[in-house]
Nanobody, 118 residues
Framework: QVQFVESGGGLVQSGGSLRLSCAAS????????TAWYRQTAGNQRETVAV???????NYADFVKGRFTISRDDSKHTVNLQMNSMKPKDTAVYYC????????????WGQGTQVTVSS
């Protein structure tokens, strides 16, 4: 069974930076598209950034120019560098592989909490 482990969250002041990391058992990230998502209480999970197995990247408009998604094949992780953070970035952040069977089966990790203070 695929298991995702997200890490790197924490409390940061507005304008600050954090680097999130996603690791997964049973997944070779270089074979799949991987995405970072975020969710706040009472709201649906939303896509933040996507990296394809061909290293093409896409970002939600609300993070363009501030966040960077990357994949480290040597460490088997997908990372999200978050700069110029805003209070609206406060959320639980998750990673997953859209379009895969485990995504369809709703396998998610615990996520990592990111809190941005004003």
């Amino acid at each position: 069974q695929v298991q995702f482990v997200e890490s790197g969250g924490g409390l940061v002041q507005s304008g600050g930076s954090l680097r999130l990391s996603c690791a997964a058992s049973g997944v070779i990230f270089s074979l799949y598209t991987t995405a970072w998502y975020r969710q706040t209480a009472g709201n649906q999970r939303e896509t933040v950034a996507v990296i394809s197995n061909g290293d093409n990247t896409n970002y939600a408009d609300f993070v363009k120019g501030r966040f960077t998604i990357s994949r480290d094949d040597s460490k088997h992780t997908v990372n999200l560098q978050m700069n110029s953070m805003k209070p609206k970035d406060t959320a639980v952040y998750y990673c997953n592989n859209p379009g895969t069977p485990w995504f369809s089966k709703n396998y998610w990790g615990q996520g990592t909490q990111v809190t941005v203070s004003s």
